[in-house]
């Protein structure tokens, strides 16, 4: 079976959570504080959004100790509490796509909005606010805080970077390559801001200054769908396609691992409270070590999470959103 990533037209993705409590398809190696936990617990802790089809998507960390998350099909920005309380905000613009959010550093949420070609920004009294970019119908995909006191996102259908500032000034960089369709974005541990380009199979790289670098997957159509800074140092990727874990250097060199089994189709990835990377397959939650050990604890039931988000909440444990099962989901690792 191919697995084809819906391709943001939208989203068709689970991440229905059922874990068993054993590890299958263990690769020998790792050792030391991110080594093998014995055990997942069985069933992770289900929050349901009362709003039907709300579709959670990505996720992120607030300033107030709760987790934010965009609902891609409910047009909200909703807050879970890491007890299980649920609130929504309603975006103003009608059927604007949230699509990726992040904590900016004014302290408010900071989101994108794939359908409506803006960035928007909520405070956590709930107050709205959302800015028109320059070049229309860009579709705003992946956003993060820079290290420069501004927000960095990726621009999909406009083959480029933007930054914008905290009071909505825009700046947009294109990227060298036509087809690079540039999606998740992450902060470098040397400072500089890092994307896949999964239309080209590529690792980005760009300073402050705009400067950019791009370095070529050594699996080929690989599809890389996300990035996440690991604890050792370097940024660690998923390969959609290549169903592998990729790890690249900040001085762009690459390392690859191979999920066994067929078909793993990795999607969200981030660094794990233990000292390891966590992933999610199509039918199981990976992990990890530093020095490339897999462990797949496979799902009850299919796990396609081409746009689900996995990270660690404040609290410790892993968190996850489940669009078609319409829930926030929390696994203590």
Request: with cysteine; proline share 8%.
């Amino acid at each position: 079976m191919t697995l084809a990533p819906s391709n943001y037209n939208r989203f068709i993705a689970a991440a229905v959570l059922a874990i068993f409590p054993f590890a299958v398809n263990a690769c020998s190696g790792g050792s030391g504080s991110n080594a093998l936990p014995p055990s997942l617990p069985a069933q992770p802790a289900v929050f349901l959004l009362a709003t039907a089809e709300s579709g959670p998507v990505a996720m992120t960390n607030g300033p107030d100790g709760a987790l934010w998350f965009a609902a891609f099909d409910g047009n909200a920005i909703g807050r879970i509490t890491t007890a299980g309380a649920i609130t929504a905000f309603q975006i103003p613009t009608a059927s604007c796509g949230p699509d990726s959010i992040t904590l900016g550093p004014d302290g408010a949420l900071w989101f994108t909005e794939l359908d409506a070609n803006q960035i928007g920004r909520l405070s956590t009294a709930g107050t709205f606010t959302e800015y028109k970019l320059p070049l229309a119908g860009s579709q705003p995909n992946g956003i993060v805080a820079g290290p420069d006191g501004a927000l960095w996102f990726t621009q999909q259908n406009a083959e480029s970077i933007g930054r914008i500032t905290v009071t909505g000034s825009v700046t947009e960089y294109p990227l060298h390559n036509s087809n690079a369709n540039p999606g998740a974005i992450t902060l470098g541990v040397m400072r500089p801001k890092s994307d896949t380009e999964f239309g080209d199979s590529q690792i980005g790289r760009i300073t402050t200054g705009g400067t950019m670098t791009e370095f070529v997957i050594p699996t080929a159509d690989s599809f890389p769908m996300s990035i996440a800074p690991g604890p050792d140092g370097a940024l660690w990727f998923t390969e959609f396609y290549g169903s592998k874990i990729g790890r690249i250097t900040t001085a762009g060199a690459f390392t690859e691992y191979s999920i066994p089994g067929a078909n793993a189709a990795p999607a969200a990835i981030a660094a794990g409270p233990d000292g390891a990377l966590w992933f999610l397959e199509q039918n199981a939650i990976g992990r990890i070590t530093t020095a490339g050990s897999i462990t797949s604890f496979p799902t009850s039931v299919t796990l396609f999470s081409d746009f689900n988000t996995i990270i660690t909440g404040r609290d410790n444990n892993l968190w996850f959103t489940n669009r078609i099962g319409n829930s926030i989901e929390r696994l203590a690792p």
